[in-house]
T-cell receptor, first 115, second 113 residues
Framework: DQQVKQNSPSLSVQEGRISILNCDYTNSMFDYFLWYKKYPAEGPTFLISISSIKDKNEDGRFTVFLNKSAKHLSLHIVPSQPGDSAVYFCAASGPNMDSNYQLIWGAGTKLIIKP | NAGVMQNPRHLVRRRGQEARLRCSPMKGHSHVYWYRQLPEEGLKFMVYLQKENIIDESGMPKERFSAEFPKEGPSILRIQQVVRGDSAAYFC???????????FGQGTRLTVV
């Protein structure tokens, strides 16, 4: 049962254009969402987060949008740069029936920025 | 302030041997999480620990796997009698506050031959 889904395994975007990565979730109890970036052979690096009380959070070139009614969030990167090529993971947090704590992760989207 | 340190970076074990993975959290962080990433898959939560306590081990296989975070020293993920299916990247993360942004180590890549 995948509670956090990233339906696009990969995404290719031209340098300078906007990259939009999508994430859907099923558990309405999630109240905090995070995006991580991962380069090969390295651990994930925290990128940006958003609380369920907000619908937008911006940090430089990165903006996360949250649509609670659709249970959907997206990460916008603009303008896209070659160094943004990485795997992006969406994660969700909140009370869980089965455990006290669990960060639930999507399977990741590989972003490729073309020069 | 050093980041999360994991060692070894690469570990090769024969089937049936034991694997011990170490994680030193960031200074001041008392929350430690272990994740496993199988090839072509996302991160899977395994266990969440605080000093001397296992808070949530719902993601850890019931047999052969154990984790600890002693009062002194690093957190240890121990896999007994490894099998080929244990081959994966194991990531440790730590955070100062439960349930929020966690900082990851570079991972230990375990290969079982």
């Amino acid at each position: 049962d995948q509670q956090v889904k990233q339906n696009s395994p990969s995404l290719s975007v031209q340098e300078g254009r906007i990259s939009i990565l999508n994430c859907d979730y099923t558990n309405s109890m999630f109240d905090y969402f995070l995006w991580y970036k991962k380069y090969p052979a390295e651990g994930p690096t925290f990128l940006i987060s958003i609380s369920s009380i907000k619908d937008k959070n911006e940090d430089g070139r990165f903006t996360v949008f949250l649509n609670k009614s659709a249970k959907h969030l997206s990460l916008h990167i603009v303008p896209s740069q070659p160094g943004d090529s990485a795997v992006y993971f969406c994660a969700a947090s909140g009370p869980n029936m089965d455990s006290n704590y669990q960060l639930i992760w999507g399977a990741g989207t590989k972003l490729i920025i073309k020069p | 302030n050093a980041g999360v340190m994991q060692n070894p970076r690469h570990l090769v074990r024969r089937r049936g041997q034991e694997a011990r993975l170490r994680c030193s959290p960031m200074k001041g962080h008392s929350h430690v999480y272990w994740y496993r990433q199988l090839p072509e898959e996302g991160l899977k939560f395994m266990v969440y620990l605080q000093k001397e306590n296992i808070i949530d081990e719902s993601g850890m296989p019931k047999e052969r796997f154990s984790a600890e975070f002693p009062k002194e020293g690093p957190s240890i993920l121990r896999i007994q009698q490894v099998v080929r299916g244990d081959s994966a990247a194991y990531f440790c993360a730590s955070s100062p506050i439960r349930d929020r942004e966690a900082f990851f180590g570079q991972g230990t890549r375990l290969t079982v031959v």
